[in-house]
């Protein structure tokens, strides 16, 4: 049973950092293309961030480049979100997701696995 779980989210003041995990299990992680979504409340699921099953290739929405990193741990079977200069408008649901696709992929119908989720809620 494959499953990704969420951790790191919480409350934070405008500014501040958090660092996201998703841990995987049940699957090859070292094969998957690896991405981060958002979901704000009344707001469309929105891609963060993807990287590919190497590491070697990232992509990151304009609105979160250059604050935000993500990277993989493949011998720990985890992916990281790392996240910078942290904005009232960051604030979301963020969810990692697992896809077979190659490369970055930024479309959400291509990955199969998700996790439950991780409140992120920045303060003004």
């Known amino acids: 049973q494959v499953q990704l779980v969420e951790s790191g989210g919480g409350l934070v003041q405008a500014g501040g950092s958090l660092r996201l995990s998703c841990a995987a299990s049940g699957l090859t992680f070292s094969r998957y293309t690896m991405g981060w979504f958002r979901h704000a409340p009344g707001q469309e699921r929105e891609f963060v961030a993807t990287l590919s099953w190497s590491g070697g290739s990232t992509y990151y929405a304009d609105s979160v480049k250059g604050r935000i990193t993500i990277s993989r741990d493949n011998a720990k079977n985890t992916v990281y979100l790392q996240m910078n200069s942290l904005k009232p408008e960051d604030t979301a649901v963020y969810y990692c997701?697992?896809?077979?696709?190659?490369?970055?992929?930024?479309?959400?119908?291509?990955?199969?696995?998700w996790g439950q989720g991780t409140q992120v809620t920045v303060s003004s």
């Open positions: 997701a697992a896809s077979l696709t190659a490369g970055t992929v930024l479309a959400s119908t291509a990955y199969y696995y």
